[in-house]
């Protein structure tokens, strides 16, 4: 049996949260949620690649915080190649050395917010109805959100074997937890019902699956794989959506984007040092009832 670490070897709470000297990748960088664990990550010590197939956004968000005097640089990637992601992970060790931290945030999520009201449609999704899902899209959305992850797993492990050491986040969503409520999305106003899509629960529930796999396949190897599963992010949607979504949750609202941030450095930290395979849900009680 493994022994416990002694009372005089322990550090202080704050010293577990500390991710200086440490090197995080996080995917989908500058999008709303991997842009403030981007920030986040900086803010606890570490040196961040914000890796995203925008480029200029991540470039933008990098010169950002580097103007901030963190540790920041971007680089673009497409998840669903594994060259691109490969190529990824090499920008990182070229850069630093090292490879730490990776957060699996990229995905493709048909959100209902004003900026992204049209998305599906223009996205070739239709209404997101499940009789009429389009294949393409089925498949364009398996290779983001779980075949991306998988690749980007698969490529960031290599570094933390020879490390002998490693932390990976994947982000995974209350709609791989229940299925969604198909009420929040409509309106009497539309033409034609709106649907949260098939493929957003499918492959949330898939990245718990691949998170709970990969932390009981690296059993022994000091590297940690957990999940984290965000709720409903307040981004500006209308108030009915508000409302409707609010009475759900048992703390009665949405979250604001700011409010994963201190999950995300728990688990990249050693604060959560005895934690692997397992989910954090911060949903704001959305999956107590």
Request: glycine share 8%; with cysteine.
């Amino acid at each position: 049996m493994a022994k416990r670490i002694s009372p005089e070897s322990q550090h202080t709470v704050m010293e577990l949260f500390n991710l200086e000297g440490r090197v995080a990748l996080v995917t989908g960088g500058a999008g709303l949620l991997g842009a403030e664990f981007s920030r986040s990550l900086c803010q606890a010590g570490a040196n961040v690649l914000i890796a995203d197939i925008h480029a200029a956004a991540a470039e933008d968000l990098a010169q950002t915080l580097s103007a901030s005097g963190y540790q920041a640089l971007a680089s673009e990637v497409d998840i669903t190649n594994p060259d691109s992601v490969q190529r990824m992970v090499q920008v990182a060790l070229k850069t630093y050395g090292r490879l730490d931290i990776l957060v699996n945030s990229a995905a493709l999520d048909p959100k209902f917010d004003p900026q992204n009201q049209s998305a599906a449609h223009l996205h070739g999704t239709g209404t997101g109805a499940f009789e009429s899902f389009p294949f393409e899209s089925w498949n364009q959305a398996l290779a983001v959100n779980l075949t991306g992850a998988y690749l980007c797993c698969q490529a960031a492990v290599q570094p933390m074997l020879a490390q002998e050491r490693g932390v990976i986040i994947n982000l995974s969503s209350i709609y791989g937890l229940a299925g969604p409520d198909q009420r929040l999305y409509q309106r009497s106003s539309q033409a034609e019902p709106q649907y949260k899509p098939v493929y957003y629960s499918v492959t949330k529930a898939g990245i718990l699956g691949l998170t709970r796999y990969l932390a009981a396949y690296y059993a022994g190897k000091n590297i940690r794989v957990n999940a984290l599963t965000p709720g409903g992010v307040y981004n500006g949607h209308d108030e009915s959506f508000v409302q409707a979504y609010s009475a759900r949750a048992v703390l009665g609202r949405m979250a604001e984007k700011d409010e994963l941030n201190g999950a995300l450095l728990f688990l990249a930290s050693d604060a959560s040092a005895y934690m692997t395979g397992a989910n954090l849900v911060v949903d704001g009680g959305w999956t107590t009832w």
